[in-house]
């Protein structure tokens, strides 16, 4: 496609002498003779930049120049003024002040302007190709959104036909322990994948519709319930639940389920096999409700900066991958709809603690979700997990210092 280039100039002979200096291949020169005749050309033309004369009969340059500058389909466009008289400080000002990126005197150098508008020339191309290229990523990442999110639906199916097998498997194995383990496994498997196959339709849907809140009253611990009685099999003993104060709050219920689901999930697949998960949720506060997931095992130091980022994940170089890094990327942008904040909290050698802190009350209709977490001041130093009394740098110790809260075992 040919950039455009447009001299105005009242004066037949200066249009034809312009045109032949500027034309060459990729370059196309169009001519006006006047402000109005211009106006015209710049509403049917994208103008790389435009040559204006000052001294025009009706319209001069400077007035033509304000116009261009008031409509924001010529708003940017380069202009480079033209004149025959002499120098004068006052006509330069006036001509940067309109809008003016170059004042030419005549006669004018040829090899001189020639320079200039190729400059202008190029840049524009270089805009053009830019625009192309971001139209063209953004139709990619639309049909790559699209492909997820079929996809993740007809995954639905077949999974439900394997869940189902695995069910009545573990209900028909009776003393044949070797079924039961399979069965076992085949359960374990279908939930890790139907909790993928939900993080790739949240992730899908946050892209292509941004998140829409319902938020109701709703009471935190028996939706912790409800989530944690979800997960069978062998994690279900590993799951402790621990609650105080008023868990009430005005909340997305679907939204703050999968929040839930997703860390407990995480906590689960990753942490040390034969360590609890414990959930905590505290309503001590007027203002907000916090929740607590911690659980045995580490998280490496290069990997927490982008724990909450997608397609993330704590694993090391060496561990094998166990999902696609959606998780804790869904559980920051649910948390961050509500007004809230999640971080990594401290906790004793040898665990992991991720804190979520949500108002009683979502956050304001319109509002801006906040885009900073709160640093890690002013919480407890490393070996004393916050909100979880009792728990020690390992499974089954308590602390010497503070009694253990009743525990109350998930499922």
């Known amino acids: 496609m040919d950039t455009t280039v447009l001299v105005v100039d009242d004066i037949p002979a200066n249009l034809v002498a312009m045109q032949a200096l500027l034309q060459e291949p990729g370059v196309r020169v169009i001519t006006a003779a006047s402000g109005p005749a211009a106006l015209e050309s710049l509403l049917l033309h994208d103008v790389a930049v435009a040559l204006l004369d000052v001294h025009m009969p009706g319209m001069d340059g400077f007035e033509l120049a304000e116009l261009m500058r008031g409509a924001e389909r010529t708003r940017h466009v380069p ?3 033209l004149t025959a008289a002499a120098e004068d400080q006052q006509r330069l000002f006036r001509g940067y002040d309109a809008g003016a990126v170059d004042f030419l ?6 090899h001189v302007i020639a320079s ?3 400059i202008f020339v190029d840049m524009h191309r270089q805009r053009r190709q830019l625009a ?18 079929v996809l993740s639906h007809d995954l639905r199916n077949p999974l439900s036909a394997i869940r189902m097998t695995g069910r009545l498997l573990e209900r028909q194995a009776g003393e044949l322990p070797v079924v039961r383990e399979a069965a076992e496994r085949i359960n374990q498997c279908s939930e890790r994948m139907a909790r993928m196959i939900d993080q790739l339709l949240d992730c899908a849907r946050l892209r292509a519709q941004g998140l829409r809140l319902d938020a109701q009253t709703l009471d935190v611990a028996e939706l912790t319930r409800r989530v944690l009685a979800e997960f069978t099999g062998r994690s279900t003993s590993r799951l402790e639940l621990q609650a105080q104060g008023d868990l009430r709050a005005r909340l997305d219920g679907d939204r703050i389920a999968q929040v839930l689901s997703n860390l407990v999930g995480n906590a689960v697949e990753h942490g040390q096999p034969d360590w609890p998960v ?9 203002t907000e409700v916090v929740i607590e997931v911690a659980n045995g095992g580490d998280i490496p130091t290069a990997t927490r900066d982008t724990l909450f980022q997608p397609f993330h994940s704590s694993r090391t170089d060496s561990a094998p991958a166990r999902g696609l890094g959606l ?4 559980v920051d942008q649910f948390t961050r ?5 999640v971080q990594l909290a401290a906790a004793p050698k040898g665990w992991t ?10 956050a304001a209709a319109g509002q801006s979700p906040r885009t900073e977490f709160p640093g890690m001041a002013g919480q407890k130093p490393a070996g004393e997990l916050s909100g979880l009394p009792g728990l020690a740098s390992r499974p089954g110790a308590e602390a010497a210092d503070a009694p253990a809260p009743s525990r109350q075992t998930a499922g």
């Not at 005197?105 to 040829?110: C, G, L, M, R």
């Not at 414990?278 to 007027?286: F, H, I, T």
């Not at 709809?337 to 904040?341: P, R, S």
């Open 337 to 341: 709809a509500h007004g809230g904040t």
């Open 105 to 110: 005197h005549k006669p004018i150098e040829p």
């Open 79 to 81: 202009l480079i003024f």
């Open 327 to 330: 998780g804790l990327f869904i």
């Open 278 to 286: 414990q959930v905590r949720l505290d309503g001590s506060s007027a």
């Open 353 to 362: 603690c991720i804190r979520v802190r949500l108002p009683r009350q979502p």
């Open 116 to 118: 200039k508008v190729r």
């Open 132 to 149: 192309e290229q971001r139209d063209a990523l953004q139709e990619s990442l639309r049909i790559n959104e699209l492909f997820t999110a």
